[in-house]
């Protein structure tokens, strides 16, 4: 039937005879195209095609008739009349178009034994709502808060003291959201953030927020030591130079610090309260003195307590020296962190989960109502500039109109050409002036710069520890180990100590102060996304008990945050992200063994049930094509060479099942099942091996086996190849396992899965000499435990302490080789069984892939090598296709071979058409077949009728002779094509032929294995392989 809408051209494909098939099915008239050679080739008539291009077309196809080949149906299916197989009128050609056994990783779910007695543990007031609002409030309050909102103006500084307030409130309650859903341990925000995303995320954080901390000790220490040694130069007190006496100063303070923190965290916390009453004297201070009369010193200077007209001015904002919103926005807010303090001890904690939220919320609340409270007062009663001479009066009759301060008598105008000294715009010290006792505010400033210096010396060590516990770094296992009653840190207070000196003595900490900032805001970032992600999974297990929290606000606090850090400083916020970048990269590659219930499993799971239910809703397309394997391996270890090869054809990119089948009882077999299931997942994972394992128990593997192939995936994402091993003691087994494993084949078929087999001739399955492993190892064990109490006892026991070395898989391979009562043939047999298992796990050297495509099956035979050649492994295999043929066409045949491949986009070595298939078999190698069948026969044909219709009854599996005579050219084509396998392939690294497929209830059992054993045997490892009859490969776009 030719198609009316195409052209003929000399690019057309060449004509085939028609044949007409009767009563197929096809009421329409629709006509199969045979190849002449298909009878030829083989020697017999057959329904199988050989490769062609026709069959690959789409059904309106402009560029050529397409053909439909044969489905596996109408050659799999029983006959549904009695006529010879060279009959193709008679097949019907319709184109079918939570567990026990699990365990729980979470280590820190279940709350560790504690030892009440002697432990330190702090309530909400003292271990958070201390630290957080001495770590808040800094030198910022008494230093620059006058000279922001003289840049600023009083409407923009509030506002800038508000986004501040946002940025810390808004993390704080996605914080209180993750501290609430479950048991808190030490760690801090790293725990936090850990627990909420995974060892990736926390591991990167957890590492630049404790460096951070420790750089932030020598921060504070250095903003202590310049006021000190600002003092000692008022005093004419200097010891060396100003740079060297901080370093000195600075030196000695930690040293100091560190002593307090050395001698336990409870003298810490009480220094930390004794700081805080300081602090507070200072804070109400500077209130009581904006209410005392201003002298005339302090008026020359600026201070005229509250007036309506200054607060008016100083209410719009007075950018100057090329400062702006942001700039200024920038120099304030790491004023405004310090929100973490209390977190960050969180393992000394009674309640973290009630103290954490309450404690820091309160914290910020107090702190910000502080930092709004001074900063009106001070913007209220000071002016922006003042020259600080008591003279700058006003004259009589003289105008003045510079300031407000000409409402109170002073003319500061020269401020106008000149830079002043005093103001809110040019004095940091303002709080001093305006303060009842200035000394006192020396005294705050220490305390603010002690107080958030001891918190991060605290702090670093903490975090640090909770992260080297979690042996996320391997290198850094030994900072993990505590000391005391409150297992304090003490290698990592040295550690941070060394940092923190470290630094001091650099001196150039203007450079390093914007990064530190960006670290903090890169946590406070990933703590509002932990709280979003966790929202976003619903995963049943978030159910934080805090319930003020919204997904949506803290996506928007994330944003904020990192929005932040490039107002701060741009390159310090890129840096933070490279470096962090860098850390997720490396603990990703590194795969830390630890399992958090992170989100971000959770978002994976959910990721894949809406992938998998959207791949539902889209048709298969030829395009996509991959093989999807189901592999009988039984246990994965078992098996290595089968797991091997379908890892190769599957990858990162297909889907393969490794599947074991229990024969017997459910009941029986349901512990070992549930052992198995986690056990061979965890060894596939260690083997690098992207594969799922499932097992079922049944009463015969043939069932249980059907199970699998029907069960098997979900939706789309469903195996549509088995593959499994030769069975090489078919001649020697049981009936019944015949039966049960040519039954798989035929319901595979059935199921219309493709079908690949595997044949090595020194065999697949090792599970003896793992056996014999594992049982020479526990002998091991048990004679080294028996020597070391010997020992033990002999020396006083110190051979506890020897370390018993676990003996390699090499030394106990060779000792199951040798010590094990085997024959030395045995022996030697099973090395061999070993090497060959092991040989697709090596790169293949220089060499071919034969391909003897013989039947038409949709391309899977094709498909399969050419994925080979694609990995790392099998990269310098060249490809060797041969296809059967006929002598007086090869040119013609290859021609169109090279055409289809060309089109196909596979390259080939080289293209063998075979002529010579219909030759029958050499009388040696017919000899052997019969010789090998013979115990399977049933030789009635001797007998009389009662004799064989009896003997059919005993043995209904034997060989008859009709079924030989009937299957004669089908049996002398797999003997044949040993034979041209044998000369033309011997070399190759491996073989793919097509499988010959036995019809049901056609051909027995025995007859079929017999013609796979003729086919593959004396070869090298062998693939036989047949698709499903549907194209799996498409030159068209």
């Known amino acids: 039937m030719e198609n009316p809408a195409f052209e003929k051209s000399k690019d057309d494909p060449p004509l085939y005879e028609e044949t007409s098939f009767s009563g197929n099915g096809y009421g329409n008239g629709e006509h199969r195209t045979i190849r002449p050679s298909v009878v030829s080739a083989f020697g017999h008539d057959t329904l199988d095609r050989v490769p062609s291009i026709d069959f690959y077309r789409n059904a309106g196809s402009v560029s050529g008739q397409r053909a439909i080949r044969p489905s596996l149906q109408e050659l799999h299916e029983v006959f549904q009349k009695s006529v010879d197989l060279d009959l193709p009128d008679t097949v019907d050609d319709s184109d079918g178009q939570g567990s026990d056994g699990l365990q729980n990783d979470d280590i820190e779910a279940i709350a560790p034994p504690e030892d009440s007695g002697g432990m330190v543990k702090f309530g909400w007031i003292k271990g958070v709502l201390v630290r957080c609002m001495l770590n808040i409030w800094g030198v910022m309050l008494f230093i620059r808060l006058s000279w922001v909102f003289g840049q600023a103006g009083v409407g923009l500084g509030i506002i800038i003291i508000l986004l501040s307030c946002v940025v810390t409130t808004l993390t704080c309650i996605s914080m209180s959201a993750i501290c609430t859903n479950g048991v808190v341990r030490g760690g801090g925000a790293y725990y936090l953030i850990s627990r909420s995303l995974g060892p990736e995320f926390g591991g990167s954080i957890g590492l630049i927020f404790a460096f951070a901390n420790a750089v932030a000790v020598a921060m504070y220490v250095v903003g202590f030591s310049e006021t000190v040694v600002d003092l000692l130069k008022v005093n004419n007190a200097i010891m060396v130079d100003e740079v060297n006496d901080i370093r000195i100063v600075g030196c000695i303070t930690v040293v100091l610090l560190l002593g307090i923190v050395g001698a336990g965290m409870e003298w810490e916390a009480k220094a930390q309260i004794v700081l805080l009453v300081i602090l507070l004297v200072a804070i109400a201070n500077v209130f009581v003195g904006t209410a005392i009369p201003a002298t005339e010193d302090k008026k020359s200077k600026g201070f005229f307590n509250y007036q309506a007209s200054i607060m008016a001015e100083n209410f719009t904002p007075d950018f100057r020296d090329g400062e702006t919103f942001f700039s200024v926005f920038a120099i304030f807010f790491p004023a405004a962190t310090g929100i973490l303090a209390g977190a960050n001890i969180s393992g000394d904690l009674r309640d973290p989960q009630e103290a954490i939220p309450i404690g820091t919320l309160l914290a910020i609340f107090i702190t910000g109502i502080t930092y709004l ?374 319901d595979a078929f059935d199921f219309e899965y493709g079908m690949v087999m595997l044949r090595l001739n020194q065999g697949l399955d090792i599970s003896h000499i793992l056996a014999a492993e594992e049982e020479m190892e526990r002998m091991l064990l048990e004679q080294q435990a028996l020597e070391i109490e010997e020992n033990g006892f002999q020396e006083g026991g110190k051979g506890f302490f020897k370390r018993a070395r676990k003996p390699s898989k090499k030394v106990l391979a060779s000792r199951v080789s040798l010590e094990v009562p085997h024959t030395s043939d045995v022996a030697k047999m099973n090395q061999r069984l070993m090497e060959a298992s092991s040989q697709f796990k090596k790169k293949q050297g220089k060499g071919t892939i034969d391909v003897w495509w013989l039947f038409d099956d949709g391309g899977l035979t094709l498909l399969l090598p050419y994925i080979l050649t694609t990995r790392k492994k099998w990269r310098d295999c060249k490809l060797r296709i041969f296809v059967a043929g006929q002598p007086d066409r090869i040119e013609q045949d290859k021609e169109e071979m090279q055409s289809l491949l060309k089109k196909f986009r596979i390259k080939c070595s080289d293209i063998t058409i075979i002529t010579d298939l219909h030759m029958r078999p050499t009388a040696e190698n017919w000899r052997l077949f019969e010789d090998m069948i013979e115990p399977f026969r049933l030789h009635e044909g001797s007998k009389d009728m009662a004799q064989a219709e009896a003997l059919r009854k005993e043995h209904p599996w034997k060989i008859t002779d009709a079924e030989l005579d009937h299957f004669d050219d089908k049996t002398s084509l797999q003997v044949r094509l040993n034979e041209l396998l044998q000369e033309s392939s011997r070399a190759a690294k491996l073989i793919i032929v097509s499988m010959p497929i036995a019809r049901k209830g056609s051909v027995s059992d025995h007859l079929y294995m017999a013609w796979l054993e003729a086919l593959t045997k004396n070869l090298p490892p062998t693939l036989l392989v047949r698709g499903n009859h549907k194209s799996v490969l498409t030159f068209y776009s």
């Open 373 to 746: 409270g001074i900063a009106l007062c001070v913007s209220a009663t000071v002016v922006r500039d003042a020259t600080g001479n008591v003279n700058n009066t006003i004259t009589y009759g003289a105008n003045c109109n510079f300031s407000s301060a000409c409402d109170f008598g002073y003319d500061f105008s020269p401020c106008e050409t000149t830079k002043c000294k005093y103001g809110l715009m040019n004095n940091f010290q303002v709080m001093t002036m305006v303060s009842g006792f200035g000394p006192l505010i020396t005294a705050g400033t220490f305390s603010a710069t002690i107080s958030s210096a001891l918190a991060s010396l605290v702090s670093a060590p903490k975090v640090f520890q909770a992260l080297c516990k979690d042996n996320i770094y391997k290198a850094l296992i030994f900072f993990a180990k505590g000391h005391g009653k409150n297992n304090e840190p003490i290698r990592g207070y040295v550690l941070t100590f060394i940092i923190a000196v470290a630094f001091i003595l650099i001196a150039e900490l203007n450079v390093i102060a914007p990064i530190i900032s960006n670290f903090f805001l890169a946590s406070y970032a990933l703590i509002n996304f932990s709280c979003f992600h966790a929202s976003y999974a619903k995963s049943p297990g978030w159910r934080p008990a805090y319930k003020y929290y919204n997904m949506w606000l803290s996506l928007f606090g994330a944003v904020l945050c990192c929005a932040v850090m490039f107002v701060i400083n741009w390159w310090a916020a890129l840096l933070t992200y490279a470096i962090e970048i860098f850390l997720y990269v490396y603990v990703t590659v590194k795969k830390p063994d630890v399992n958090w219930g992170s989100s971000t499993q959770a978002v994976t799971f959910v990721n894949a049930v809406n992938n998998t239910l959207t791949l539902s809703g889209v048709d298969d397309h030829v395009k996509n094509f991959r093989p999807q394997c189901i592999v009988l391996t039984g246990g994965p270890k078992t098996r290595p060479a089968l797991l091997d090869l379908s890892h190769a054809f599957t990858k990162n990119y297909g889907l393969c099942i490794t599947c074991e089948v229990f024969v017997g009882p459910r009941l029986e077999w349901q512990q070992e099942i549930s052992n198995s299931m986690e056990q061979n997942q965890e060894w596939l994972n260690g083997q690098k091996r992207k594969a799922f394992y499932a097992a079922v128990a049944s009463s015969n593997f043939r069932e249980g086996t059907a199970s699998l192939l029907q069960a098997a995936g979900l939706g789309r994402l469903r195996p549509n190849t088995l593959m499994l091993g030769f069975k090489r003691d078919w001649k020697t087994t049981h009936i019944a396992d015949i039966q049960a494993y040519v039954g798989v084949l035929h």
